[in-house]
């Protein structure tokens, strides 16, 4: 009986994550989660994939999916993100919308307001990056309540609330409003799963975060990564990875100096892949020219980027 009216009890509910490029979707759930599920970098469009990360509470079980930024322009690559982060507002209980609220509302945040207001999901926007400025805080709720009240329709946005991913500030109160909002329903995953995100995708992340995070913005978006081979064995894990890119140029910039940018790249990366595996990582990288690949979407689909 008490494991009844405990199920009874029980919340459960998938919760997307959007908001424009670099507002801190990533770092938000991966410090939610207390584990690192999704990239982090101060390059925009890091996320290129929809990662679920799984937070079990004692009475509660929240599935994340984090998503690429929503952009205002049209690329191959950039339209297929928007793609990606316009389904995950399908089929979940819950939009977290995240804004930066160190900047101000610029054309790119009124088009995913424009677009938010169209939905019948209720929300919680999330005030992120406090620990920088607040200076535009009271900036974005106006301009998002102005807008509802043009269209004359409900406002679905439930809480508003300040945080700092970052820091952690203020994550409490974002968890137990995620929770409220959510419905009753039994688990959907076990305690535990952190993230049902492919295991060959969360490695070709890594080495792509280590990518981004060393390149700055040099050719970023230029750089795509394939993992072709994951092989466990009893005392390490053997991993062939290719960067591709678009020009020969470019290939000599991810080489580095008698190969040094490359041995760096792929040292940080092997050391994040022996936490994920509990083992030593043997990490074999080649970088490859494969011109306008961001164009062929059968290449796009071999990368993965076509998975969701």
Known sequence: MDEI??????KSGFVAILGRPNVGKSTLLNTLLGGKVSIVSSI???????????????????IFVDTPGIHSFKKELATHLNVVAKRSTQEVELLLYVVDVSRSVGK????????????????????????????FLNQYIERWQKLIKAKGKEDLVKYYIPISAKKGTNLDRLKEAIVELL???????DRETLTDFPLKLRVQDTIRE???????????????VEVE??????????????????RDSQKKILIGKEGRFIKEVGKLAR???????????????????LRN???????????????V
């Open 293 to 307: 690949w961001q164009k062929k979407p059968r290449i796009l689909k071999e990368l993965g980027y076509w998975w």
């Open 210 to 224: 280590k990518l981004f995070l060393n390149l700055k913005e040099e050719l970023p978006h230029s750089v795509a």
């Open 229 to 246: 081979e994951v092989e466990r064995k009893e005392n390490i894990v053997y991993i062939k990875a290719n960067i591709y890119v678009n």
């Open 271 to 289: 050391e994040e892949l022996e936490v994920l595996f509990g083992k030593k990582v043997y990490l074999e990288l080649e970088v490859k020219v």
């Open 44 to 62: 925009p469009q890091t996320t290129r994939h929809q990662i679920r990360g799984v937070l079990n509470l004692e009475n509660a079980q929240i």
């Open 183 to 189: 419905p009753f329903h039994p688990p959907f995953y």
């Open 108 to 135: 790119e945040e009124e088009v995913i307001m424009n677009f938010l207001s169209s939905q019948d999901t209720q929300m919680i926007m999330v005030l992120n990056k406090i620990d920088i400025s607040k200076d």
């Open 5 to 10: 009216l405990e199920r009874r009890n029980f």
